[in-house]
């Protein structure tokens, strides 16, 4: 297995301040490693304190998320928006500071998405097996595919209590994609369209989209990859922040309360190694998409 945590002592997220400002470290997460700042704080103001609250969440979504040109607050129980959609920004403001800075090659190309607060303990959660995110996977979004372009991350443990954010780490994109790569389809053409016109996404789901989606759910309905597959346990500790492409990463979340998290879009051609992407852009067959799991297209069925 590669690398698969590098450790980084910065403790600023902009370039102002004097933690040591790690550079050069787009080869890290290219290579499918995860960066972590142990030091690296989301500091909290007087007010926001009261958010480190399970009660703050409406009871129904997974986490509360920023959605939309006006940052409409989801997932929140009503009296708090305000000061959730604060924090949450102020969160953004800072995770795109970092991302930018670390990665210079990025810079003009990165996509947010929507930023999100997890204030239930994943602990315990009730779910589904394709939600449940304590079942290995590799992030793929259902209702807003990516279009083929890579999902960059960027997490904060803000739990007051000093508790870790568990996960395990899977294997190499590669050795996961090839192990699943017979039992992928290649959807029919225009089944993107139909799925876009029917609302069932919100823009076209691409070949490679749908590809990347039977992966994440082929992984979490495997027991046998969950109980078995080469993986590692890793702690992320309270006032700690992390980043990886979850794209490429298999992870799954154990335990822990209280993160946010900030998510990017960034298309394959800005990455310094697009080689290095979970997709290939050469076409093997014209007349289907350019774009499947690279590692995974010998093994393909249509
Ligand atoms: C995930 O992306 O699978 C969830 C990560 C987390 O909540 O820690
Ligand atoms: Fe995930």
Redesign the pocket.
């Known amino acids: 297995m590669r690398d698969l945590v590098q450790f980084c002592d910065d403790t600023c997220w902009d370039t102002k301040g004097d933690g040591a400002l790690t550079h050069d470290v787009e080869s890290v997460v290219e290579h499918g490693g995860i960066l972590c700042f142990p030091h690296l704080r989301f500091e909290l103001t007087d007010d926001e304190v009261r958010l480190l609250d399970a009660g703050v969440a409406d009871g129904k979504a997974k986490n509360i998320s920023l959605r939309g040109a006006n940052d409409e607050v989801r997932g929140a129980a009503a009296a708090d928006a305000d000061a959730l959609r604060s924090m949450i920004r102020r969160y953004r403001t800072q995770a795109t500071a970092l991302a930018e800075r670390l990665f210079p090659h990025y810079r003009g190309h990165l996509e947010p998405g929507n930023p999100s607060y997890r204030p239930v303990a994943v602990e315990g959660r009730e779910t589904s097996w394709r939600k449940d995110?304590t079942r290995l996977?590799?992030?793929s979004f259902p209702a807003t595919p990516s279009g083929g372009k890579r999902i960059l991350?960027v997490f904060t443990n803000v739990n007051p209590d000093g508790r870790a954010r568990s996960w395990r780490i899977g294997d190499d994109f590669e050795a996961v994609a090839s192990r699943f790569a017979p039992q992928l389809r290649t959807p029919l053409p225009g089944s993107g369209r139909l799925l876009r016109l029917f609302r069932i996404t919100k823009t076209t789901r691409s070949a490679y989209d749908a590809l990347m989606l039977q992966l994440h759910d082929r992984m979490k309905a495997d027991e046998d990859f969950q109980a078995h597959a080469p993986q590692t346990a890793v702690d992320f500790p309270s006032g700690s922040t992390w980043m990886a492409f979850?794209d490429q990463v298999s992870?799954?979340?154990m335990a822990g309360q209280y993160q946010l998290e900030q998510t990017f879009l960034l298309p394959v051609a800005a990455m310094s190694e697009p080689q290095r992407s979970p997709l290939r852009p050469a076409p093997i067959n014209r007349s289907r998409s350019s774009y499947l799991p690279w590692r995974a297209r010998p093994y393909l069925r249509s």
């Open positions: 995110d996977h590799v992030d991350r979850t992870h799954a979340a």
